[in-house]
Antibody, heavy 120, light 105 residues
Framework: EVQLVESGGGLVKPGGSLRLSCAAS????????MNWVRQAPGKGLEWISS????????HYADSLKGRFRVSRDNAKNSVYLQIDSLNADDTAVYYC?????????????WGQGTLLTVSS | IQMTQSPSSLSALAGDRVSITCRAS??????LNWYQQQPGKAPKLLIY???SLQSGVPSRFRGSGSGTDFTLTISSLQPEDSATYYC?????????FGQGTKLEI
């Protein structure tokens, strides 16, 4: 059974940094690209970043470049999202998601999400 | 690539058929996916590659379109179809989402 379990969310002060983690299981992790998607309270889905199966190719939403950094550790079946200079607009549920490897770019599995709240 | 959905919300009766449209700001072939999100839950994949039904998704969900214009059609609406629906382009990074369409049954 495919499982994606996010962790690392919580309450952080503006200006701080945070690293979110996602532990994957139930599939061959090294065969799939992984995405991070977020959803602010009451808002729609926002695609944040993608990391290729090898970790060699990284992509970010244009509006978020510079403060966000995605990485993965294939030995640990984990993907990470580092966020710096946090502000209130970063308050959201952050989802880790698996990209199906057929090439169509669709997300076939999602984690349950981890809530990040940025507030003083 | 910007994705624009319409309408933003709609109401329908059980048994009705509804359509949600999604327009891309440039051609994306058939690299278009549809998701359903229930309140408080993670999104669920319905349709990929514009018209391919994800395994386990009821056949009353149908996707169509290519290029820049796409449609998600839901037939024989069920109460459990109340949700927000999102399109997403998989043509090029960043794989942007539409703003969502809230469907009330």
């Amino acid at each position: 059974e495919v499982q994606l379990v996010e962790s690392g969310g919580g309450l952080v002060k503006p200006g701080g940094s945070l690293r979110l983690s996602c532990a994957a299981s139930g599939f061959t992790f090294t065969s799939y690209a992984m995405n991070w998607v977020r959803q602010a309270p009451g808002k729609g889905l926002e695609w944040i970043s993608s990391v290729s199966d090898s970790g060699s190719y990284l992509h970010y939403a244009d509006s978020l470049k510079g403060r966000f950094r995605v990485s993965r550790d294939n030995a640990k079946n984990s993907v990470y999202l580092q966020i710096d200079s946090l502000n209130a607009d970063d308050t959201a549920v952050y989802y880790c998601a698996r990209v199906h490897n057929s090439g169509w770019g669709h997300i076939d599995y999602w984690g349950q999400g981890t809530l990040l709240t940025v507030s003083s | 690539i910007q994705m624009t959905q319409s309408p933003s919300s709609l109401s329908a009766l059980a048994g009705d058929r509804v359509s949600i449209t999604c327009r891309a700001s440039q051609t994306i072939g058939t690299y278009l996916n549809w998701y359903q999100q229930q309140p408080g839950k993670a999104p669920k994949l319905l349709i990929y590659a514009a018209s391919s039904l994800q395994s386990g998704v009821p056949s009353r969900f149908r996707g169509s379109g290519s290029g820049t214009d796409f449609t998600l059609t839901i037939s024989s609406l069920q109460p459990e179809d109340s949700a927000t629906y999102y399109c997403q382009q998989g043509y090029s990074n960043p794989h942007t989402f539409g703003q969502g369409t809230k469907l009330e049954i």
